[in-house]
C-alpha cells in the first residue's frame, strides 16, 4: 500500500478528498444549491461531517512543520475560520441554511485544498481521483467568468478530451 509522504503505514487511509469535493459541488456555484430544507440539512450534516474529519488530518500534518512554515500558518488560519463557521452555524435558525451551507461548502473546499498540500496527495480537477506519479497528467487552468483562476492544477491526459457536466 502506498502511503502519502509523512504518513506511517498503519496510520488511518487518507481522507476520500474526491467524496468530499463531490459534496461541495452540490451546494457551489449558488444556481446549483437545493432550495428543500430537508435536503439542504442533510447537506449542512455532510459538510459538518466532512469538515470534522478533515480538521484533525490538517492539524496532524501541520505539527510535522515548522511554526514559520507559510502553508502550516495558512492552513491554521483555515481550520480557525472553519471552527468558527462550525460553531456559528450549530444552532438552528441562526443563520439562513443556504448561506450556512455555502459558507461550510467554501470552508470545506479550502480546507481540502490545504489537505492535499499538507500531505502530498494529488487529485485530478476534472475527474476528482488520484494523479499517480504512474499516470501522464496535463496542466490545467481553469478560468472563472471574472478572468481569475477558478481553478489550477494537474488532470489525467485522458481526461483532458472529457466534458464534464455538474
Known amino acids: 500500500m502506498k502511503t502519502a509522504p509523512g504518513r506511517a503505514a498503519t496510520d488511518t487511509p487518507p481522507l476520500d478528498i474526491a467524496t468530499m469535493r463531490a459534496s461541495v459541488a452540490e451546494v457551489l456555484p449558488p444556481e446549483v444549491t437545493p432550495a428543500d430544507p430537508a435536503t439542504l440539512e442533510t447537506l449542512t450534516g455532510l459538510l459538518r461531517g466532512h469538515l470534522e474529519l478533515l480538521i484533525p488530518e490538517i492539524e ?9 512554515d507559510a502553508p502550516r500558518y495558512c492552513a491554521l488560519a483555515c481550520i480557525g ?8 452555524f450549530r444552532r ?9 451551507a455555502r459558507k461550510l461548502a467554501r470552508s470545506l473546499l ?12 494529488r487529485m485530478c480537477l476534472a475527474c476528482d481521483q488520484p494523479l499517480t506519479d504512474a499516470e501522464e497528467t496535463l496542466p490545467y487552468g481553469k478560468v472563472s467568468r471574472s478572468g481569475g483562476a477558478a481553478a489550477s492544477g494537474r488532470i489525467h491526459a485522458r481526461c483532458a478530451t472529457t466534458v464534464r457536466v455538474r
Open 110 to 121: 479550502a480546507l481540502c485544498d490545504h489537505y492535499e498540500t499538507l500531505t502530498g496527495v
Open 60 to 68: 496532524q500534518a501541520t505539527a510535522r512543520l515548522p511554526a514559520d
Open 81 to 88: 475560520e472553519a471552527r468558527g463557521k462550525l460553531w456559528a
Open 92 to 100: 438552528p435558525g441562526v443563520y439562513d441554511a443556504v448561506v450556512c
